[in-house]
């Protein structure tokens, strides 16, 4: 009998450690790691089409993704790791095959893909270029995305931190070690980097071993408002943060920096003095007694 009692304790102490597990792993996967692709197929006349077959291919990350435009003409791709990708309307229904390449798909963020199929025999290959990037369809969320091509053109530090001065909300809080959101302290934002929540528990602000190299992001969001509710526990700002992916291709970086001493601040031997000559004249010495 007292076998039996403690065979049933067990179990349910089981049964509720596997119950905090599995909801703790859906909290964690709750979060924003992709974005996505959305649009609308049209014949030359601007009239949708439907039923054309629409392939997501990953240039920059080794990803695939199929769809078919819906009734109303409209596709959606969604869960696309961040990165740039090539997007193929197949030659059906009498058109012509289209591609449109260089399209940018930015965590959070759906981006615009508009089709304009030609006669069947075409095909049309459009490149889209840094200054017609996408504007996307439907986005209430007010953040900064700062994805891998513009952290190569900015000036930067050797952590992904360096980069979130450039977004228009956020400034640094240096007796902290932390981060302003639109006026919020540090100790109110949110650090994620790949659906993971990495705040110090207590200071909320981010370890340095979680601070990593610039290298290794994709794309870090900002968020300032208006975000989703699994983010609900930041009251600052919401800094998420996706690494980089595999690919189709071989390739690597190599890099190193250094600080030399002589660009390093030293004692000033005058201002020690200086200094001392102040505290001296404020507080002159007394004849002892």
């Given at each position: 009998?007292?076998?039996?009692?403690?065979?049933?304790?067990?179990?349910?102490?089981?049964?509720?450690?596997?119950?905090?597990?599995?909801?703790?792993?859906?909290?964690?996967?709750?979060?924003?790691?992709?974005?996505?692709?959305?649009?609308?197929?049209?014949?030359?006349?601007?009239?949708?089409?439907?039923?054309?077959?629409?392939?997501?291919?990953?240039?920059?990350?080794?990803?695939?993704?199929?769809?078919?435009?819906?009734a109303d003409g409209r596709f959606v791709v969604t869960q696309l790791p961040p990165g740039m990708y090539k997007v193929t309307a197949a030659a059906s229904s009498g058109f012509g095959e289209q591609i449109i390449e260089n399209v940018e798909v930015k965590l959070g963020k759906p981006t615009a893909v508009d089709f304009s199929l030609q006669p069947a025999g075409a095909v049309n290959t459009v490149t889209i270029s840094d200054t017609d990037t996408p504007i996307a369809i439907t986005d209430n969320k007010i953040q900064t995305n700062i994805t891998a091509q513009v952290a190569d053109l900015l000036p930067k530090g050797t952590n992904f931190t360096s980069l979130l001065a450039i977004a228009p909300a956020v400034r640094g809080e240096p007796l902290s070690g932390g981060f302003q959101v639109d006026g919020a302290s540090g100790s109110e934002n949110t650090f994620i980097i790949d659906g993971q929540?990495?705040?110090?528990?207590?200071?909320?602000?981010?370890?340095?071993?979680?601070?990593?190299?610039?290298?290794?992001?994709?794309?870090?969001?900002?968020?300032?408002?208006?975000?989703?509710?699994?983010f609900g526990g930041a009251t600052g700002g919401v800094i998420n943060v996706v690494t980089k992916s595999g690919s189709n291709d071989f390739h690597g970086e190599f890099g190193?920096?250094?600080?030399?001493?002589?660009?390093?601040?030293?004692?000033?031997?005058?201002?020690?003095?200086?200094?001392?000559?102040?505290?001296?004249?404020?507080?002159?010495?007394?004849?002892?007694?």
């Open positions: 009998m007292k076998f039996g009692l403690i065979s049933m304790k067990s179990i349910r102490l089981l049964s509720l450690v596997a119950t905090v597990v599995l909801a703790m792993a859906t909290l964690a996967l709750g979060q924003e790691t992709t974005g996505s692709i959305e649009g609308t197929v049209r014949d030359p006349q601007s009239n949708l089409v439907a039923g054309v077959p629409v392939t997501v291919t990953g240039v920059s990350v080794g990803f695939s993704r199929s769809t078919t435009s819906g929540e990495v705040s110090n528990f207590r200071t909320g602000t981010l370890n340095a071993n979680n601070n990593i190299p610039f290298q290794f992001v994709q794309d870090i969001q900002v968020k300032t408002s208006g975000f989703e509710a699994e190193m920096s250094f600080r030399p001493s002589r660009l390093q601040a030293g004692p000033r031997p005058f201002l020690t003095s200086a200094f001392m000559f102040l505290n001296s004249s404020r507080h002159p010495a007394r004849d002892p007694p």
